[in-house]
């Protein structure tokens, strides 16, 4: 990964992982739905996750068994499978609104008071 990319990668977990709990699971989804321009390795979500690499691999798997992730040539290395989220997928993008409605919702909350 280039070293000048690291600046953007988002895991910004505090209102989805409070509502929705702190588990392997959630980190990883909402990781690749905040950084769904791009492809990710196994290796780089069990880096920016901060799951380990056999963890990731096997959700991973049963994403792609539901369609939630897609299997992609990955962006630096062709030789390495990429993952992303797929959007397409109806499970996928109600994961995503989900997400958005939980900020929204937080974000009013806290305006209110």
Do not use: P
């Not at 409070?18 to 069990?46: A, M, P, Y």
């Amino acid at each position: 990964m280039k070293q000048n990319k690291i600046n953007d990668i988002k895991l910004n977990t505090t209102n989805y992982i409070k509502v929705l709990g702190d588990t392997q699971f959630n980190k990883i989804i909402l990781f690749l739905i905040e950084n769904k321009r791009t492809d990710w390795s196994i290796k780089e979500i069990s880096n920016y996750c901060n799951i380990t690499e056999l963890s990731v691999n096997k959700i991973i798997n049963n994403l792609l068994n539901y369609d939630i992730v897609r299997y992609v040539k990955h962006k630096d290395n062709k030789l390495v499978n990429g993952y992303k989220i797929n959007l397409k997928n109806q499970i996928a993008f109600s994961l995503a609104e989900l997400s958005n409605s939980i900020n929204y919702y937080v974000i009013n909350k806290s305006l209110k008071k």
